[in-house]
């Protein structure tokens, strides 16, 4: 399969700072449905690992996007190489080898944002072992709410997924940051917060990062819980838990590459604002409202609107 946009960004996130996303997974390929997905509904659900795409072609691209990132003093203002994108990046069989290479390679941290659903699997553990974080998601503990939420493959156990999440816990030495997604009348009630509570202190990891729906999902009924209660969330599960704030890291400098395929190319990866843009790209308002503009004419982006807030999405 021939592809050009293995990496995008490098994008702000909320929690890695200035990251650069590979995305080593066909688009909404994912062992999960999940009712709150910014990138829309999954068109091919599987558990099979596979080797989508040639290994040599995501490290030339990886490299180029490092080397343009560079200062005038040669660093690099990428704060995270960070596996995510399109759909489970762990169903990538490679994703262990990559990983490996861009350690050696660079002397940037290595991120893996995952949905846990394979962390059953002693291979996708070790493969995940090389990352200096990982990032798995639990959004509940019982398997009723979890196929509610994540409309998960049928094979799926969450009691699995869970004990796989402990295991990979108890051998791995980087920085595990579990983050929970909640969505208003799903997975919010008392009993599913206990329990989700429960496995969260049994999988140890350092940090518990509380998020709701702020972009447009891939449901309608997918609504965010309000500040307040999540302020409560915060406080029941305790200490070393936060809840994922959307500010943004200092604006990036103007790329000097195509700016309509770098909007492009990040739209791609998830919904964003303008503001979004701005900070991710380094393009004055000025100069990114008649891009935009061009863009939606052409049917490259589209825009929409979610509580308010105007999104762009592809």
Same mark, same amino acid.
């Given at each position: 399969?021939?592809?050009? #946009? ?6 702000? %996130? ?13 688009r ?5 449905? @999940?009712?709150? @997905? ?11 690992? @596979? =080797?989508?795409?040639?290994v /040599?072609?995501?490290?030339?691209q990886?490299?180029? /996007? ?7 003093? &040669?660093? =690099? ?6 596996f ?8 990538? =069989? #490679? ?21 846990s ?11 995940? !072992? ?6 798995? =998601?639990?959004d509940?503990? #019982? ?14 156990? +969450?009691?699995? +997924?869970?004990? &796989? ?14 983050? +929970?997604?909640?969505v208003?009348?799903?997975?919010? %009630? ?23 729906v702020?972009?447009?999902? /891939? ?23 936060? +809840?994922?704030?959307s ?16 909007i ?19 393009? %004055?308002?000025?100069r990114l ?8 004419? /052409?049917?490259?982006?589209r ?8 999104? !762009?999405?592809?």
């Amino acid at each position: 399969m021939i592809r050009t #946009d293995f990496v995008y960004g490098p994008v702000p %996130s909320r929690r890695l700072g200035l990251s650069l996303g590979i995305n080593i997974i066909p688009r909404k390929t994912c062992t999960l449905d @999940c009712c709150y @997905c910014q990138l829309g509904r999954t068109t091919r659900k599987t558990l099979q690992r @596979c =080797s989508f795409f040639p290994v /040599a072609d995501i490290l030339a691209q990886v490299r180029a /996007a490092v080397r343009h990132s560079r200062n005038a003093g &040669g660093k =690099s203002r990428i704060s995270f190489l960070t596996f995510s994108g399109e759909g489970e990046p762990t169903l990538n =069989s #490679d994703i262990g080898r990559l990983i490996r290479r861009l350690k050696r390679e660079f002397s940037i941290p290595v991120a893996v944002i995952t949905n846990s659903t394979l962390i059953t699997d002693p291979q996708v553990r070790r493969d995940l !072992y090389a990352a200096d974080l990982v990032v798995p =998601s639990l959004d509940a503990a #019982d398997q009723r709410t979890f196929m509610k939420v994540d409309r998960g493959h049928r094979s799926l156990k +969450i009691a699995a +997924i869970i004990a &796989g999440l402990k295991l990979f816990r108890r051998h791995y030495r980087g920085q595990l940051w579990l983050e +929970i997604m909640l969505v208003r009348g799903i997975n919010d %009630s008392p009993e599913q917060l206990m329990q989700l509570r429960r496995a969260a202190w049994e999988i140890r990891p350092d940090r518990v990062h509380l998020n709701t729906v702020v972009r447009p999902p /891939a449901e309608k009924w997918a609504r965010p819980l309000p500040p307040d209660d999540l302020e409560q969330v915060k406080m029941l599960f305790g200490p070393g838990t936060d +809840i994922a704030e959307s500010t943004l890291p200092p604006r990036a400098r103007p790329r000097k590459a195509d700016p309509e395929a770098a909007i492009i190319a990040t739209v791609r990866s998830r919904p964003v604002t303008r503001e979004d843009l701005t900070r991710a790209l380094g393009l %004055s308002p000025a100069r990114l409202r008649p891009l935009l503009a061009r863009l939606v004419r /052409a049917r490259k982006i589209r825009r929409v609107v979610f509580w308010g807030k105007l999104f !762009y999405e592809a």
